[in-house]
Nanobody, 126 residues
């Protein structure tokens, strides 16, 4: 089992920045690729970022590319999401997820994730 706890959400004005953290406990953290997803009210859950277990591969959708950065510190069992130039459309509950990647690159889909956190709310005001 892997337990994931997100933190760092809050209210920020458009153009501002936030850094989300996801602390992991349980089985070996560095065995897992880590990802962030988000879900806005009335919308489906959306992929935001992923990072391989070693940190050498990252991927972002066009909606956040150039504004968001995912990173991890395996010594601290923590993954981060630095969010800059925030827009009102970034408002959502942000979820951290862990994926046991057997081979190849991390997946970009929620159904491939093995563990989930409970989420942290990010609200961007205009």
């Amino acid at each position: 089992q892997v337990q994931l706890v997100e933190s760092g959400g809050g209210l920020v004005q458009a153009g501002g920045s936030l850094r989300l953290s996801c602390a992991a406990s349980g089985r070996t953290f560095n065995s897992y690729a880590m990802a962030w997803f988000r879900q806005a009210p009335g919308k489906e859950r959306e992929f935001v970022a992923t990072i391989s277990w070693s940190g050498d591969f990252t991927y972002y959708p066009d909606s956040v590319k150039g504004r968001f950065t995912i990173s991890r510190d395996n010594a601290k069992n923590t993954v981060y999401l630095q969010m800059n130039s925030l827009k009102p459309e970034d408002t959502a509950v942000y979820f951290c997820a862990a994926e046991r990647v057997v081979a190849g690159r991390p997946s970009l889909v929620d159904y491939a994730m093995d563990y989930w956190g409970k989420g942290t709310l990010v609200t961007v005001s205009s």
